[in-house]
């Protein structure tokens, strides 16, 4: 039996049902549903539109959560753009975000921005867009102490190097009961000039400890290359996560001590070879 689209609309509320040019659209599932009142029935109770609906359920709290990194920026930067309406904001906001996801160097954004405005909300010049990205590192650094939050046990890589300026990287990684290896960017810093090792262990410290609140039983495990500097900053560390182990990577005492180990690994295949023979 046909029923019209108002009507169908009326029986099935909260389903994001509307009435598109006469014919009635699932707006969860961006489908044309038939006015048959029995096929209006199969798509409410149907997997496809139970998650679309949860999609849009997470949308509006992703949605929350990007306004609330926006106004906490105004209230400390004053930032242009606070008095657009809200939609214009969360727009480009996830523009920005997307194309620093997509490796997209943020300036060729004006020669995007026609197609972009063109189905969607207006945006701004390459200038304005520049200052969403603190909110949008914002946004992301909350996400990812949601991410660890529940973590009991890791470990964590580090490692420097100045032969483009001086860099800090810290990774994170740990496998939890379902057995799958995670690793986690936490720390991504250029550095005026190299650290020694105290400096070093301190900005460890400051961003297990202090940013992301691994206690004293959380590390179980450091790795980094073989250089002096990395562990001395280790070695201060055990006073504070006692059950740290310094793993030293292989690949590169491979790469530094290969004249050493390898003429010996060499006579090992042979002698093996000779017992085989």
């Not at 102490?145 to 001086?166: P, Q």
Request: glycine letters at 6%; one cysteine or more.
């Amino acid at each position: 039996m046909k029923t019209s689209v108002w009507d169908g609309i009326k029986d099935y509320p909260n389903q994001h049902l509307c009435n598109v040019n006469g014919t009635l659209q699932c707006n969860a599932c961006s489908e044309f549903i038939s006015n048959k009142k029995s096929s209006i029935g199969k798509h409410v109770k149907s997997k496809k539109l139970e998650k679309g609906l949860s999609d849009i359920a997470k949308n509006k709290l992703a949605s929350q959560t990007i306004m609330e990194c926006l106004k906490g920026r105004d209230q400390k930067e004053h930032a242009r753009g606070s008095t657009l309406p809200t939609e214009t904001r969360l727009f480009c906001f996830e523009v920005v975000e997307s194309v620093l996801s997509g490796g997209i160097a943020l300036a060729k954004l004006d020669a995007l921005r026609p197609v972009l405005e063109k189905y969607g909300h207006r945006l701004t010049s390459c200038p304005h867009m520049f200052q969403i990205i603190p909110a949008v590192l914002e946004k992301e650094t909350c996400k990812l102490k949601e991410e660890l939050k529940d973590v009991k046990e890791t470990s964590f890589i580090f490692d420097g190097t100045a032969r483009l300026g001086e860099a800090l990287i810290i990774i994170i990684r740990d496998v939890q009961e379902n057995f799958v290896p995670t690793q986690h960017l936490i720390c991504l810093e250029i550095l005026a000039k190299a650290m020694k090792g105290e400096e070093l262990a301190q900005k460890l410290l400051t961003c297990l400890a202090g940013e992301h609140n691994f206690g004293s039983s959380a590390i179980v495990g450091g790795m980094s290359d073989g250089a002096s500097i990395n562990g001395a900053a280790l070695r201060q560390l055990l006073f504070f996560y006692p059950k740290l182990f310094d793993v030293v990577c292989f690949s590169h005492t491979l790469s530094f001590r290969s004249w050493i180990y390898l003429p010996a690994i060499g006579r090992a295949c042979l002698f093996i070879a000779s017992m085989q023979d």
